[in-house]
Nanobody, 116 residues
Framework: QVQLVESGGGLVQAGGSLRLSCAAS????????MGWYRQAPGEERGLVAI???????NYAESVKGRFTISRDNSKNTVYLQMTSLKPDDTAVYYC??????????WGQGTQVTVSS
């Protein structure tokens, strides 16, 4: 079984930065894909960024150049460094993981609020 625990959300002004962390338990196989998704009120959950165990990344167009995903395989932890934050980035951010896509396991979510 896989468990995911996010941390690092909060309130930040537009233009600011936040770093999200997600600590996972599970085998290397089950944690092959780790990523971040977000859901704003009234919207569906969507991909922010995803990274494979080997380091291949994929980003949503809206965050390219502003967000960076990384992982520490020795700690089973994935990070999301968010810079130049905009009010449109306000959402609940979920950590996800799984052996393949689509993501199978989810964290409880952490709120990110960007004020204008």
């Amino acid at each position: 079984q896989v468990q995911l625990v996010e941390s690092g959300g909060g309130l930040v002004q537009a233009g600011g930065s936040l770093r999200l962390s997600c600590a996972a338990s599970g085998s290397a196989f089950m944690l092959n894909y780790m990523g971040w998704y977000r859901q704003a009120p009234g919207e569906e959950r969507g991909l922010v960024a995803i990274i494979t165990r080997g380091g291949t990344t994929n980003y949503a167009e809206s965050v390219k150049g502003r967000f960076t995903i990384s992982r520490d395989n020795s700690k089973n932890t994935v990070y999301l460094q968010m810079t130049s934050l905009k009010p449109d980035d306000t959402a609940v951010y979920y950590c996800g993981a799984g052996p393949i896509q689509p993501i199978r396991y989810w964290g409880q979510g952490t709120q990110v609020t960007v004020s204008s």
